[in-house]
């Protein structure tokens, strides 16, 4: 049974590889790659995201300087129209999978509204 279930799962990978919201989005990065600055500065902003998460995740407090640097960069990613392009096409992505995950886990919401 749980073979079947990975199947489909591949099976939903593929499609959402597909999906126009996927396409788009992974044309935005393509474009985005292509600003050198922008890619640069987007790729910042990740790591800094990554490494601030680690450190909320070990139980440790964020200095003013970490959160002043964050902010900073978020605002100098933000200045990119590529960068504005790509969140919104990943947003598009995001609610795909809001929908697939509100699919996939109803049986379990109508167990438990019994």
Do not use: C, H, W
């Not at 919201?21 to 987007?42: C, G, H, I, P, V």
């Not at 490494?51 to 605002?75: F, H, P, V, W």
């Not at 999978?97 to 167990?111: A, E, G, H």
């Amino acid at each position: 049974m749980a073979t079947d279930i990975l199947a489909d799962a591949k099976q939903m990978a593929t499609g959402l590889q597909e999906s126009a919201e996927f396409k788009a989005l992974s044309d935005a990065y393509e474009t985005m790659k292509q600003n050198q600055t922008a890619f640069e500065t987007f790729k910042q902003f990740q790591t800094m995201q990554m490494n601030l998460q680690q450190k909320q995740m070990q139980g440790q407090d964020l200095t003013e300087d970490e959160m002043n640097q964050a902010r900073d960069l978020a605002s100098s990613v933000g200045n990119f129209e590529e960068v504005k392009t790509l969140m919104q096409k990943e947003e598009a992505v995001n609610n795909l999978l809001n929908d697939l995950n509100n699919v996939i886990t109803k049986p379990i919401q109508d167990l438990y509204r019994d």
